[in-house]
């Protein structure tokens, strides 16, 4: 097939959305249909209590006018919220119907390491016909979610929303409240899809610049410049729309399990205060939500309780949850409009006081692209030269691993400091591609793309440096020691690392159970990257060391750093990982905290 004709087929699907719509429940539930009257999340059961069971299996699926085999828990797509409360102990009886090993994760608990639910760190998996029984206690509330950790199920259906409610009265008054769960999902085969950007990494990106944006910019910037800007990508052999890797092209986009055409609808009645729980449980796709006509009061970042912001949009990178609460006034229906960071498609939704009535689909914002800021400054051109690239300049790029900077900033304040790139010598060789040299800030930047919306659109957007605990700092102490990991990959081969280094080969980061450390990312590649650290909490130093947010999953702008403060306060194995499903077999460590640890 052309790219021309892949094109057409692409908009066309994302344009008139699924034609068949909704999923084909094996359960007796009714498939939700356009004009039948949607209950509260029609397609998605809540489960309460402290005991539940959940059967993994196959299921047969239509968002797209093809019938699919979806892997699914309790024939769902997405997988029953789970609906739990604090101080309770939980057990969860997991059965693998399915053909392969699973697993499930519980993203964003504190738990255990034999609870975490990772295969090969802290447990075996489950074997087909097995069933494993997870228990723990919840000791904390708020919005998170569930997925598998083996193969690639989670891109074919493995994930589902958790709502903790607190023990003591949540300090969030609102009247009530639905789950946003959005996710991405394709009628290719996730073996597809990776073969595929293997292949050619930017194998579905068909937003090529025109002939019209070169003379955009020829009237802009002149001759010269242009030439310049343009020359450098076509050396780097690679794509300044380059954003996303998988989009809309592959990619239906759902909320809560409906595509854009058949429609999530939530209901309000008039002065109603309605917490939206957001959750990213998309494999590959990075969303900018808004709601047209409402500013959002975002009350919850990761499940934990923020000082109230109110904005008028917000990214949400794969695998973090934000919750917001909006007043929408009766006389309307609003569309909750949830695009994605390249522009190639989007999730929607309904939000309305009467079930007939139906918000106006919003355009899409101007789609972003990659600029020198975005490679932090200065590009490693040496290093762009597979062939030539013999480690120059290695003598002063010799750092030990972990590179310790000679002065540790007091904590909170990590992201104030310059950073000065410590690049491993493990980062130098043909598996890398790219070295931020001045990494930029990536505390205030909203992100590529939503840079310019306060002038464009006139759009308040979220940042991180707005993130503020709403309850003061636990661990008071400053960190004792710095390590800074480098996001590596080389991206025309879809070869993704740590460091240099992919998971296979890596030795474990080994902290010493009870110690205060502090990590700061810098992202030496161009694509985003949300990451995840399992067991323990992310606390992003956002400026006010008495009010540090905690996080689980932190976004890494490309070409920029970022830092935050962990307690190694868990023994055990942990996962830390990038959340793009297709980075995650290379962009990966294990964290091992010990008692007495490291010698
Ligand atoms: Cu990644």
Known sequence: MSDITRLNLSRRQFVTGATAGGILLGLGLDSYAVGSSPAKNPQVQTLRGNSFNLAMGYQPVNFTGAQRTATAINGSVPAPTLRWQEGETVTLRVTNHLAHDSSIHWHGMILPTGMDGVPGLSFDGIKPGETFEYQFEINQSGTYWYHSHSGWQEQTGLYGAIVIDPKDPDPVAYDRD????????????????????????????????????????IKNKGVVQTWKEREMWNT????????????????????????????????????????????????????????PGLTMTVVAAD???????????????????????????ADSAYAIFAQTIDRSGYALGNLTPDVAWRADTPKMDHRPTLGHGDMGMAMNRAGMDHSGHKMNG??????????????????????????????????FGPHTDMLAEAPQNGLHDPGLGLREHRQRYNRKVLRYADLRNLTSTQDKRDPS??????????????????????????????????????????????????????????ELETGDPDYIPRKHTILVQPGSQISYLVSADAIGRWAYHCHLMYHMPGMMREVRVEKGGRG
């Open 303 to 329: 499940g934990q309780n923020i000082e109230p912001v109110t904005i008028d949009e917000f990214r949400i990178g794969t695998a973090e949850t934000y919750d917001v609460v909006v007043e929408p006034n």
């Open 481 to 538: 020691r710095e390590i800074q990991l480098h996001l590596t990959g080389n991206m025309s081969r879809y070869m993704w690392s740590m460091n240099g280094i992919k998971f296979a080969d890596a030795e474990p980061l080994e902290l010493t159970y009870g110690e205060r450390v502090r990590i700061t990312l810098v992202n030496d590649t161009m694509m985003t990257h949300p990451i995840h650290l399992h067991g323990l909490w992310s």
């Open 178 to 217: 639905y789950v946003v769960l959005l996710s991405d999902w394709s009628d290719e085969s996730p073996d597809r899809i990776y073969a595929n950007l293997k292949k050619m990494s930017h194998y579905y990106n068909f937003q090529e610049r025109t002939a019209g944006d070169l003379w955009k910019d």
């Open 394 to 427: 290695m003598s002063a790029m010799n750092h030990r691993q972990h590179g310790t900077p000679p002065t540790i900033v007091a904590a909170g304040y990590g992201n104030r400091k310059s950073v000065t790139a410590n690049h491993h010598t493990t980062e």
């Open 236 to 291: 780097m052999r690679m794509k300044q729309t380059d954003i996303s890797d998988v989009t809309g092209y592959a990619y239906t986009y759902l909320m809560n399990g409906a595509t854009p055409d058949t429609r999530w609808t939530g209901l309000f009645k008039q002065g109603e205060k309605v917490r939206l729980r957001f959750i990213n449980g998309s494999a590959m796709s990075i969303f900018d939500i808004r709601i």
